[in-house]
Nanobody, 114 residues
Framework: QVQLVESGGGLVQPGGSLRLTCAASGFPFSNYAMSWYRQAPGKERELVAYITPISNTRYLDDVKGRFTISRDNAKNTIYLEMSSLKLEDTAVYYC????????WGQGTQVIVSS
């Protein structure tokens, strides 16, 4: 049974930093690309960052230089380091698997506010 559990969200001031974690289980994690998505209130869910099994990455233009996705295949975990956070980064952040069937975590809320 595939499980994805995100953590690390919270309230942060503009310019601050957070690290999100997604712990995965129930599938051969090291074989799969993984992604972070986000959904802001009233907006569609969007891809934020993507990482291949060998840690090639790509990012939404708006977060390039501010966010870093990484993975630890020994721990079946991906991370999203977020810095220089902006008000518009406020959203629920989800991790997602790749592959023929897509699985989502439950999400973790990030609120950027002064």
């Amino acid at each position: 049974q595939v499980q994805l559990v995100e953590s690390g969200g919270g309230l942060v001031q503009p310019g601050g930093s957070l690290r999100l974690t997604c712990a995965a289980s129930g599938f051969p994690f090291s074989n799969y690309a993984m992604s972070w998505y986000r959904q802001a209130p009233g907006k569609e869910r969007e891809l934020v960052a993507y990482i291949t099994p060998i840690s090639n990455t790509r990012y939404l233009d708006d977060v390039k230089g501010r966010f870093t996705i990484s993975r630890d295949n020994a721990k079946n975990t991906i991370y999203l380091e977020m810095s220089s956070l902006k008000l518009e980064d406020t959203a629920v952040y989800y991790c997602r698997t790749s592959g023929p069937k897509l699985y989502w975590g439950q999400g973790t809320q990030v609120i950027v506010s002064s």
